[in-house]
């Protein structure tokens, strides 16, 4: 009877119902939405910025214009996107709008021209930075 009640704690323990020490939890990253566009005509490389790559850059390739996304990206990360035009060049516009606002153009043209878009993330409370 002592083996089996012993084998019982034993079990409980492993399974951490006994010990149970307060583990802090990870905290949320607080995000913001960003909106991507790219305007124009024909296909165009495209490299962008959001929460489910960890910090690092989606990049799609041979993208038909006119393109456009949103994401949500994490506070402190700067969210950019940058389009490169194929070898037939013409004209492309990226621009980036945080939370409805918007925040930059710039446009692209030519033989693999090329155009990025930057912008600040306001903190939680509002202000930027």
Known sequence: MAAALLLACGGLI??????????????????????????????AEISYLARSEAGKATVLSAVDLPWKKSVRVPIGKAPNINVILDEKGGE????????????????????????TCTGELPKADGSVG
Not at 30 to 41: H, L, N, Q, S
Not at 92 to 115: D, K, N, P, W
């Open 14 to 43: 492993g399974y951490g119902i006994l010990d149970t020490p307060d583990k802090p939890k990870p905290r949320a990253v607080p995000t913001a939405e960003v909106t991507y566009e790219v305007t124009g005509k024909g296909t």
């Open 92 to 115: 492309a516009s990226c621009t980036l709008a945080i939370r409805g606002r918007h925040v930059q153009r710039a446009t692209a043209m030519g033989e693999f021209g090329r155009a």
